[in-house]
């Protein structure tokens, strides 16, 4: 199952350069060009958990126009004793391409924590999928402001973890 995750997520990284590849170039595509990648942190809540969140992540666009973005991210939840680390390959779908606007995706990732009610128990990884939900406001300059929310699905925990965060991205190029 991992492999076949890890290979999926592989090739979704190496579509925007086959396309690119495919049908980009000439003298305007500088111009037109790619929708810029992007680099990010957020911080939040874990309404579930009942513990603050930091994280980061990558967006890098699946479509010219940047209205389709995959998103590799990693989160920890700090709680009381412990800390729950999540890591998540998301595809989002932005309504207003370059410059953001609302935001829906979700995806596969992996949780590591502690599952029961015992904080000392064992700490074990578990596949787990999510849905985001939010919004891109907007671009200033190089900077991109967003808040999201995430629901974590997993099986292990009666209790899915939901992520209430903002954050902002910068653009590895571009104005």
Known sequence: MRIRSLAAGLG???VPAAALAQFGGGADS???GWAPASIGARVGYD???RGWMAGGYVGVPILPNGMVELLPGFDVTFLP???EYQTNLEVVYFTGDRQGGIMAGG???FR???FGSDPTAERRSELTFSLVLGAR???????RPQVETRWILQDEWPRDPRHVSVGAGVALWGP
């Open 12 to 14: 979704l990284l190496l």
């Open 30 to 32: 500088e111009a037109s």
């Open 47 to 49: 309404n579930s958990q």
């Open 81 to 83: 004793g412990f800390e």
């Open 107 to 109: 995806g596969v990732g």
């Open 112 to 114: 590591n924590s502690v």
């Open 137 to 143: 406001l907007g671009n200033l300059g190089r900077f």
